[in-house]
């Protein structure tokens, strides 16, 4: 079981924003792979379907941010998933801007989403693919990542996220995040 969870918040008025970079990566992945990530369920929109033998997952919380948590242990729960199972894709001020980290675990950080997922789950033991904002001399974190992209700036944020997609399109076939870390990271 693999379930992989885009970071967002729903609507209109966030789509171009960086908080919402985990929602854009999975969309990309899920263009790639030809799923259309609609299905309600869990305070989630959600795609399932299967590859090599194994049930994937793909959600989006339609929680907003603060509240990611409830929908991911909503969606652990009735998959039968553990956090072993899980991958978060999210913003991260604390990156440079279009850098991309892998991780196995590790804190949720200033990151509002993440802090809801660990203090839900009561762990902080599961995959994250963090894409990196920067912070541009912020004071009020929460005006930046609610604040839109620079259009010059979503080229080559569209470019990092088929990157990711093309990370994790490769790891539904190999299942290996060691091997995912080492590629990811080592840009």
Do not use: W
Request: hydrophobic share 40%.
């Amino acid at each position: 079981m693999i379930i992989m969870v885009g970071l967002g918040n729903p609507g209109k008025e966030y789509e171009n924003t960086f908080h919402n970079m985990g929602f854009r990566a999975l969309d990309t992945l899920a263009d790639k792979l030809g799923k259309s990530i609609k299905k309600a369920e869990c305070q989630a929109l959600t795609c399932t379907f299967s590859r090599n033998s194994e049930k994937v997952v793909f959600a989006k919380p339609i929680t907003y941010m603060n509240l990611s948590g409830q929908a991911v242990k909503s969606l652990l729960a009735k998959y039968g998933a553990t956090p072993d199972d899980l991958i978060v894709i999210y913003d991260d001020i604390d990156i440079d801007r279009f850098a991309i980290r892998a991780r196995a675990s590790g804190s949720a950080g200033t990151h509002n989403g993440m802090k809801s997922i660990v203090g839900c789950l009561g762990t902080d033991k599961f995959k994250r693919i963090r894409v990196g904002i920067g912070r541009d001399n912020v004071f009020n974190l929460a005006d930046y990542v609610l604040s839109q992209v620079k259009s010059e700036d979503n080229a080559e944020f569209n470019r990092i996220f088929d990157d990711v997609a093309t990370h994790l399109e490769a790891y539904l076939k190999h299942n290996d995040f060691e091997k995912l870390m080492r590629e990811i990271n080592r840009k």
